[in-house]
């Protein structure tokens, strides 16, 4: 079975401080990781997944498969970061995703 | 393009009460989702369909939970009777198969 841990319910970092949103999985195969984000009174939209190795919004990602991890960074955090935040995983193909249970980041200016 | 769109927004229903929410995917997306995600936790799947066939139901509560999607498009997730832990967000989210899948705003459902 697939499962997906993000330790934290509540990040609070202060404007311009470096982030970091941890997110572990538990997959035997070769997954494909994703983060969403979720802004107050906005739907769950796709930041970003593992296989495009992309940077968005300033935040990146890194697949680490011996330590199963896909932890989301950010050097310097901005008071529009705030918002929740959710690790997701899924099995090759037309699959459905697997949710961890969120991490709420605050940025406080 | 208005994306996945789900009605109502909000729905406040007595406990033993029918329920039923509906869900317009994105034009062309070919698989549709329902996600349940109770209060401080992730969205988890009730049920995917592929086109009109449900091909991963195992998560749906089947004693009081139907889903349909008849002509492959849009699709309406019922509850009846209701019970006071359905409270929760329901959402719908679509997908061109394999490919990023798109959530609608969802439908909170509070059940008194």
């Known amino acids: 079975a697939q499962r997906v841990t993000q330790p934290e319910k509540l990040l609070s970092v202060f404007k311009g401080a470096p982030v970091e949103l941890k997110c572990n999985y538990s997959y035997s195969g070769s997954p494909e990781l994703f983060w969403y984000v979720q802004y107050s009174r906005q739907r769950l939209q796709l930041l970003l997944r593992?296989?495009s190795r992309e940077s968005i919004k300033g935040f990146t990602a890194d697949l680490n498969k011996g330590e199963t991890s896909f932890h989301l960074k950010k050097p310097f955090a901005q008071e529009e970061d705030s918002a929740m935040y959710y690790c997701?995983?899924?099995?090759?193909?037309?699959?459905?995703?697997?949710f961890g249970k969120g991490t709420r980041l605050s940025v406080i200016a | 393009e208005a994306g996945v769109v789900q009605s109502p927004r909000y729905k406040i229903i007595e406990k033993k009460q029918p329920v039923a929410f509906w869900c317009n995917p994105i034009?062309?997306?070919?698989?549709l989702y329902w996600y349940l995600q109770n209060l401080g936790q992730g969205p988890e799947l009730l049920i995917r369909y592929e086109n009109e066939e449900a091909v991963d139901d195992s998560q749906l509560p089947k004693d009081r939970f139907s889903a349909e999607r008849l002509k492959g498009v849009d699709s309406t997730l019922k509850i009846q009777p209701a019970e006071l832990g359905d409270s929760a967000v329901y959402l719908c989210a679509s997908s061109a198969g394999q490919y990023e899948q798109f959530f609608g705003p969802g439908t909170r459902l509070t059940v008194l």
């Open positions: 034009s062309g997306h070919n698989t």
């Open positions: 593992h296989i």
């Open positions: 997701a995983l899924k099995r090759p193909g037309n699959t459905p995703l697997v």
